[in-house]
């Protein structure tokens, strides 16, 4: 059983959640005040993305102003944002009614 609590404490310590929490929360609310500028408009895909990126650059600065350095959680916390919100975030907002508008139906 340690074999098993010392992996799980690895791939936790791998990880920032309140990096990976604010990447989504500051994602959402661009996403959804372009979703509100474009009035009837959808928001693309390619456009969702553009702001994920922008996203993670500005919280990847900001914790390294405020002088975090452990870089290789930073990436690793950049690469697993996306995922945290497809498979977790994502369904929780559409269950709620707020998410954002989407050519999925």
Do not use: C, H
Not at 23 to 50: A, C, G, P, S, W
Not at 83 to 95: A, D
Request: proline share 2%.
């Amino acid at each position: 059983m340690d074999f098993i609590n010392i992996i799980t404490e690895k791939i936790i310590n791998n990880f920032d959640f309140s990096y990976i929490i604010s990447v989504n929360l500051i994602t959402y609310f661009i996403i959804k005040l372009v979703d509100y500028l474009n009035k009837e408009k959808i928001v693309t895909v390619l456009q969702k993305r553009i702001i994920l990126i922008v996203s993670t650059i500005i919280m990847f600065g900001v914790y390294s102003i405020l002088g975090y350095n452990n870089y290789i959680v930073l990436v690793n916390s950049s690469i697993f944002a996306p995922v945290f919100w497809s498979w977790l975030l994502r369904p929780i907002i559409n269950k709620l009614g707020i998410g954002y508008k989407s050519n999925i139906k």
